[in-house]
């Protein structure tokens, strides 16, 4: 089989439009020239070219065994950046539609003894497609979906058996917070060789994602369907701070495309580092005073608390002041 | 640049006092300099470089003369312990030669432990051997390992003893288990007497002591102090308190005070000394009638064995380039990497 090329772009025809729940519309995509379509894998997303100019990815939900057709689900959503928007308004049965070819940053680990799979509103999507894999090979897995209401849960007619047999759960919070689906609770626990995949709206990816802060490295899988939220104030956007060598006096710019080794080497400080990466620590530093922006995946918060790697690290403060 | 060097501007341990018999003439290898240390008839200590002025020849081969000067084995050049070579064989009666000269090191026994400054005289004032106040004190029973050559880098035995969390799987089943892993590590820096120090300390409750230690140290569940301070690059000490539940501090407290000395021969070998002090009343559990310092020096060379071999196979490790490689951190490294900092800025300040 050769691998799909995410760049190449062909035509699809839409075979059917079914509304799935409440302002959630299924599109069955056909090869236009009546062939089979490049194969994808459980977790994989298309590009769709809407007219206007918009593209968009969305999940295929279909299973991956099947050749003849693409599904997607797509939720309605007029506050957004307008592709859901035309998609419901615009298509209709029997339009042809420039998609490309399937791309997969989502996929099942081979290996894990379980999987678990956490769904969000429309992230439902890409997992489905997931337990049509893991159903034909007869894996471990659980899947809990949480939505608003009963009505805005799609494929219940698909979900509905599983669930009789206790590998789907449904929660339904109406809105209300407190009767969201405890995450901290199912994510406490991780039994050995589990893996966790999760995708859902923004609130509900930080919640997944702080929740399996302790899970072993290399067992949560997620995807985003929009930009991550704004994780606890961090600024993922370089601003540029100053450094204060206290040793000397001397302070020092550091500019939003540059670390702090890269200006204090330039200055003729000899700083050591190794994996210049933020995990092996080697420019473990002091600071006296101002609030860094840690960007390492090593220290914790009692150790963040008095030391910073300067390899990576940024400051949240104008002026950091490090003990070197 | 690596850590795994030398530094040569420290006090290194050459060994115990009681290593060191009067008049007798002992050979070492200190930081890259081959060394001549005896304790004159009046117990004074001296220490050469152990040159010869004359062709290099190791005077510690040489021989000490009955009015005390030292005589190269290979053309008899004599020198007194100053240093001065006061008679030449060869040349009975020419002057001497102003270079016909031995340099002195400095040298000072402190403590129980012969101290020796291998790099720059002019900066041995910058900094003093450490004390350790149990050699010497008669209310401690001290028994030591003698030399034992190791072949690593000794930062490397100085890594090891600040993360203990190797016990487990190292010392699985003597004096170890994963539960010791657990405990939480305070850390501290500081300076004294020059000597730049990381200490980690750890306090435990209701601990199970594994078979060695519960053997030395008679009981079964105990709360316990447990600290590792790298004094400077020559020494670090290690002190372990237990005692049952809610009784540190009485006399029910055993434990020991474990010095290990770590002296450079060069950038791939070291010679490691333990010396463990207990109080002299002190009965181990294993053996009622055995003091626990006698019991331990029966049982910790086992364990002593498990470090030596881990050492030697990270050194084995080191040697490779790195292409790519650095070493993860995890939190119990956090003494290592600032003892690695400490000493990646001893060894610049030297290089300038």
């Given at each position: 089989m050769t691998p799909a090329n995410p760049k190449t772009l062909f035509k699809v025809r839409v075979h059917s439009i079914t509304d799935l729940a409440e302002d959630i519309r299924a599109f069955e995509l056909v090869d236009s020239k009546g062939g089979d379509l490049a194969a994808f894998t459980a977790g994989a997303h298309i590009d769709v070219h809407i007219d206007d100019g918009f593209v968009r990815q969305f999940s295929l939900c279909n299973s991956p065994r099947e050749r003849h057709r693409y599904e997607i689900a797509v939720l309605n959503e007029p506050g957004g950046r307008g592709g859901s928007l035309a998609l419901h308004e615009k298509v209709s049965e029997g339009d042809i539609l420039t998609?490309?070819?399937?791309?997969?940053?989502?996929?099942?680990?081979?290996?894990?003894?379980?999987?678990?799979?956490?769904?969000?509103?429309?992230?439902?999507?890409?997992?489905?497609?997931?337990?049509?894999?893991?159903?034909?090979?007869?894996?471990?897995?659980?899947?809990?979906y949480c939505t608003r209401t009963p009505l805005r849960t799609a494929f219940m007619d698909r979900l509905i058996p599983l669930a009789e047999r206790g590998k789907v759960f449904f929660y339904h919070d109406g809105g209300d917070p407190s009767r969201r689906l405890d995450i901290d609770a199912i994510l406490d626990n991780p039994a050995t060789g589990t893996h966790l995949y999760y995708c859902g709206p923004p609130g509900f990816m930080s919640a997944a994602a702080s929740a399996a802060d302790h899970w072993p490295e290399g067992t949560v899988h997620f995807e985003y369907f929009s930009p991550p939220e704004k994780d606890r104030d961090e600024s993922l956007e370089n601003k540029p701070f100053q450094v204060k060598v206290v040793s000397t006096g001397d302070v020092f710019d550091i500019p939003a495309d540059e670390t702090i080794i890269e200006v204090l080497r330039g200055a003729g400080l000899t700083i050591d580092t190794s994996c210049e990466d933020g995990y092996c620590a080697t420019c473990m530093t002091r600071y006296l005073e101002g609030e860094p922006e840690h960007r390492d995946s090593v220290l914790d918060d009692e150790d963040r608390a008095e030391f910073v790697l300067i390899c990576c690290a940024r400051s949240r403060t104008p002026l950091l002041v490090l003990d070197l | 640049m690596t850590p795994y060097k030398y530094i040569r501007n420290c006090w290194y341990v050459a060994g115990l006092s009681h290593e060191f018999e009067h008049r007798k003439l002992t050979g070492h290898r200190i930081a890259g300099k081959p060394i001549v240390i005896w304790r004159t008839e009046k117990g004074k200590f001296v220490a050469f470089d152990d040159r010869c002025a004359h062709k290099r020849f190791p005077l510690s081969q040489g021989r000490l003369m009955d009015d005390g000067t030292l005589e190269c084995a290979y053309h008899g050049l004599r020198y007194n312990d100053k240093g001065r070579c006061v008679a030449i064989p060869s040349q009975p009666d020419s002057p001497i030669p102003k270079r016909a000269q031995i340099t002195p090191l400095p040298i000072i026994e402190q403590d129980g432990l012969v101290w020796i400054w291998a790099g720059d005289k002019d900066k041995s004032k910058s900094s003093k051997p450490p004390r350790i106040p149990e050699i010497l004190d008669d209310e401690w029973e001290t028994i030591d390992s003698g030399p034992m050559h190791v072949p690593s880098n000794y930062l490397l035995l100085i890594e090891n003893l600040l993360d203990i969390t190797h016990f487990y799987p190292l010392h699985d089943g003597n004096i170890g288990?994963?539960?010791?892993?657990?405990?939480?590590?305070?850390?501290?820096?500081?300076?004294?007497?020059?000597?730049?120090?990381?200490?980690?300390?750890?306090?435990?409750?209701?601990?199970?002591?594994?078979?060695?230690?519960?053997?030395?140290?008679?009981?079964?569940?105990?709360?316990?102090?447990?600290?590792?301070?790298?004094?400077?690059?020559?020494?670090?000490?290690?002190?372990?308190?237990?005692?049952?539940?809610?009784?540190?501090?009485?006399?029910?407290?055993?434990?020991?005070?474990?010095?290990?000395?770590?002296?450079?021969?060069?950038?791939?070998?070291?010679?490691?000394?333990?010396?463990?002090?207990?109080?002299?009343?002190?009965?181990?559990?294993?053996?009622?009638?055995?003091?626990?310092?006698?019991?331990?020096?029966?049982?910790?060379?086992?364990?002593?064995?498990?470090?030596?071999?881990?050492?030697?196979?990270?050194?084995?490790?080191?040697?490779?380039?790195?292409?790519?490689?650095?070493?993860?951190?995890?939190k119990p490294d956090k003494a290592l990497r600032r003892v690695r900092q400490i000493f990646l800025q001893m060894l610049r300040e030297e290089q300038t």
């Open positions: 998609v490309s070819e399937p791309r997969n940053h989502f996929r099942l680990v081979d290996d894990a003894d379980r999987h678990l799979l956490l769904a969000g509103g429309i992230g439902v999507t890409p997992i489905m497609s997931m337990m049509e894999t893991l159903e034909t090979i007869g894996a471990d897995y659980v899947m809990h | 288990d994963v539960d010791n892993s657990y405990i939480p590590i305070e850390y501290e820096e500081g300076e004294i007497d020059g000597n730049k120090y990381v200490k980690t300390t750890r306090k435990v409750e209701d601990y199970k002591q594994p078979p060695f230690l519960k053997d030395w140290f008679v009981y079964d569940i105990i709360d316990r102090h447990h600290t590792h301070c790298m004094m400077s690059p020559g020494l670090t000490r290690v002190v372990m308190r237990v005692a049952p539940p809610g009784e540190l501090g009485t006399d029910k407290e055993r434990g020991y005070v474990l010095l290990h000395t770590h002296t450079p021969i060069d950038d791939s070998n070291h010679i490691w000394r333990w010396c463990v002090n207990c109080k002299k009343d002190h009965m181990s559990g294993g053996d009622p009638k055995v003091s626990v310092a006698k019991r331990i020096v029966t049982m910790f060379p086992d364990v002593v064995e498990e470090d030596r071999w881990a050492l030697e196979k990270q050194q084995e490790m080191i040697e490779f380039p790195d292409e790519g490689y650095s070493e993860l951190f995890l």
